[in-house]
């Protein structure tokens, strides 16, 4: 069996062992290998045109997460002569060939004939009754871009290395019946990644409403009497106060701690700003220090309830601590547990789009800059009766709870193309009787 080592843009790692009926051959031999060309700014802009002409920025666009369907430049014939330039075949796959993007390892395959910029090599396959172009696309998964550039300041991938590169050739109908199957995780992975987006997009639409109008049905939105605030346009029954006269605000601590860290379980977990997440609070690589240093820094002590604040980086953004939960805060913004407020219902308001950017405004001090603890205090919460605010706090849980259902779906199906990419290129896993539904 021939082996190499290879991984792909989602972190799989393989080691391609084939059965020894299939050849291994090199690229070269199978496909043309071209870079892209020069795209001079006075070409560029264009939205339509005879053929779409790619950027490495293009494969960033949700459209274009297989196959290349969308562009944000397109040319025309008499564009293609001025370059001097000949098309890129349809189905040949593409990918970064210099700079930092190559470590980005996104493959992808053309839907149409195209032009690509000279960041991006082209492979084409010469004759598809020996290489599916399909196939290739998904063997490339498995090969890891870094592998293939030089070590130099500026990384970048050359023709001569892509041509060397040894790829298992099985049978044509082997392949195909391979491709069959991934690409329908494929499409269970798109659908599955259409249907989160767009319930991130109701959340937003949803909270909009929330935090505009209240807890009315849209359709009785314009019955609410509404009045301007610093933190954009809210109900007029709503009352006015200062986050200082509702709570405790602090600042965790600021300073060293590494000489109080312990092994994981050993002590009080330590959050800081990169716990504080759009989607909450994260535990994942958690330090921790010693209960000690815990128990004299009182100040910095988190419990169920508190809300952390972001100070620097993703500014303004916060995070309620768990039930349960006892922790120690390090350079955050720490907004005390009130009777008098719902930590949820003022967590989601203050990750708020217009109180986010008023914040992020008030910031001073250093390059990074963080919003002082005094203007924290000074902010003015505008609050529903304490009924509302729970009322609020139930519905975004609800569609919380329905992102993370649906962020579930979508990270076990790349679990399993992951796993069946690996299987099946390898052939460790043969298709020839294989059925599988998704």
């Not at 120690?328 to 789009?353: C, P």
């Not at 975004?396 to 993370?404: F, L, M, Q």
């Not at 992951?418 to 052939?427: E, K, N, P, Q, V």
Request: proline share 5%; glycine share 6%; aromatic share 4%.
């Amino acid at each position: 069996m021939n082996t190499s080592r290879a991984k792909d843009e989602s972190g799989v790692r393989s080691i391609a062992a084939v059965p020894d009926e299939w050849p291994t051959t090199p690229l070269g031999a199978l496909a043309k290998i071209r870079s892209g060309y020069g795209f001079p700014p006075r070409y560029q802009g264009r939205k339509t045109g005879d053929l779409p002409f790619y950027k490495v920025s293009d494969m960033n666009s949700a459209e274009n997460q297989i196959a290349m369907t969308v562009a944000n430049n397109y040319i025309d014939a008499s564009t293609i002569q001025d370059l001097k330039a000949t098309p890129f075949p349809k189905d040949s796959v593409i990918f970064p060939k210099i700079g930092a993007t190559i470590h980005t390892n996104k493959k992808r395959i053309l839907s149409t004939d195209a032009l690509i910029d000279n960041n991006v090599m082209s492979v084409s396959v010469a004759d598809q009754t020996l290489l599916k172009p399909r196939f290739l696309l998904l063997y490339l998964h498995t090969v890891d871009l870094s592998s293939l550039s030089n070590q130099g300041t500026v990384p970048s991938i050359t023709s001569t290395r892509v041509k060397e590169l040894r790829i298992p050739v099985p049978p044509i109908v082997e392949q195909e019946r391979i491709c069959n199957v991934l690409v329908m995780i494929q499409q269970a992975i798109g659908r599955s990644l259409a249907a989160l987006n767009a319930t991130k997009e109701l959340k937003k639409s949803l909270m909009k409403h929330l935090f505009r109008y209240g807890p009315v049905p849209p359709a009785e939105s314009d019955k609410v009497s509404l009045k301007e605030t610093e933190m954009g346009t809210l109900p007029s029954d709503w009352r006015t106060e200062t986050l200082g006269e509702l709570t405790d605000v602090v600042v965790g601590h600021v300073g060293p701690v590494s000489k109080h860290y312990v092994d994981t379980g050993e002590g009080i977990p330590l959050l800081s700003t990169k716990n504080i997440t759009q989607n909450g609070l994260s535990t994942e690589n958690l330090r921790h220090v010693d209960s000690d240093f815990h128990r004299v820094n009182k100040k910095s002590q988190l419990f169920p309830g508190d809300i952390m604040v972001a100070r620097h980086g993703n500014s303004g953004l916060s995070a309620v601590i768990p039930d349960e939960m006892e922790a120690h805060a390090l350079n955050v913004v720490i907004i005390r547990r009130s009777e008098r407020i719902n930590s949820n219902f003022l967590s989601n308001m203050l990750n708020g789009q217009e109180s986010l950017q008023h914040m992020r405004s008030q910031k001073s001090g250093s390059v990074q800059g963080v919003v002082n603890t005094s203007i924290w205090k000074r902010m003015r919460i505008c609050l529903p009766a304490l009924d509302q605010q729970l009322m609020i706090d139930k519905m975004i849980r609800t569609i919380d709870r329905s992102i993370v259902a649906e962020s579930d779906m979508y990270e076990s199906e790349n679990v399993l193309f992951d796993a069946m990419l690996r299987d099946l290129m390898t052939g460790k896993l043969r298709v020839n009787n294989l059925e599988v539904q998704v």
